[in-house]
């Protein structure tokens, strides 16, 4: 057990290492060889713990899933309303952004350059599956509370999933000037009369 346990720690340990160095240096391809010297171990270590440098940048993104999507879920079970739902989801990724430079690289593609495409499919579907859920919190107003999208649930979706993939790239393109929450609060206020309408306006004509 207590292997195991070093096992996870020297896993966290490389990982944390890992989104540092992307943090620290914006633009720079990360090698093994920096990563090891970084972490203090020998390049065969590192290999003990993750077969490959894909494997590294898959934990990542595996901890940027886990933490974004468990606490979405909470985010549908405290609150009812679905402009609340698509502000608090979109908030959440900003902030979460914005609190992790270093993962944002990822987010971006800017740290993807030349790896696998796989690394690069695992983020399209990240993205996808916020896209899907803002589509979905739209659809269920109808039910919920009586609203319908002004235009489609799919291109609201879309539109919020850009401006999301927007923040996070100009955050980047600025080495992490340009903080994705910042003005977040003056847009939201532009978007989300934008979203939805009381559907019994549809029947005035």
């Known amino acids: ?6 096992k996870m720690s020297r896993r966290d ?6 989104a540092h160095m992307l943090e620290t240096n914006p633009g720079a391809r990360i090698t093994t060889a920096s990563l090891a010297k970084a972490v203090g171990v020998s390049e065969a270590a590192l290999y003990r713990h993750f077969p490959s440098k894909a494997k590294m940048f898959e934990g990542l993104i595996s901890f940027i899933e886990e933490t974004i999507f468990t606490r979405v879920t909470r985010i549908l079970q ?7 739902r698509c502000e608090k989801t979109l908030t959440l990724v ?10 944002c690289r990822l987010l971006s593609g800017d740290a993807l350059s030349g790896e696998t495409e796989r690394l690069r499919q695992r983020i399209h579907q990240f993205f996808e599956r916020i896209e899907t859920q803002c589509k979905q919190i739209l659809r269920e107003a109808e039910m919920r509370e009586g609203k319908v999208p002004q235009q489609t649930a799919s ?22 000037a340009a903080l994705p929450t910042q003005y977040w609060d003056e847009q939201w206020q532009m978007l989300a009369p934008t979203l939805l ?4 306006l549809t029947s005035l004509a």
């Not at 340990?13 to 890992?18: G, P």
């Not at 291109?155 to 919020?160: G, K, P, Q, R, T």
């Open 155 to 176: 291109a609201a979706a879309n539109l919020l999933t850009a401006v999301l993939e927007g923040r996070i790239r100009q955050y980047v393109r600025s080495e992490f």
């Open 1 to 6: 057990m207590s292997d195991n346990s070093e």
């Open 94 to 103: 900003l902030t979460f952004a914005e609190k992790n430079p270093g993962m």
């Open 13 to 18: 340990q490389i990982l944390q290492a890992l």
């Open 78 to 84: 405290d609150f009812d309303s679905a402009e609340a």
């Open 197 to 200: 309408r009381e559907k019994n």
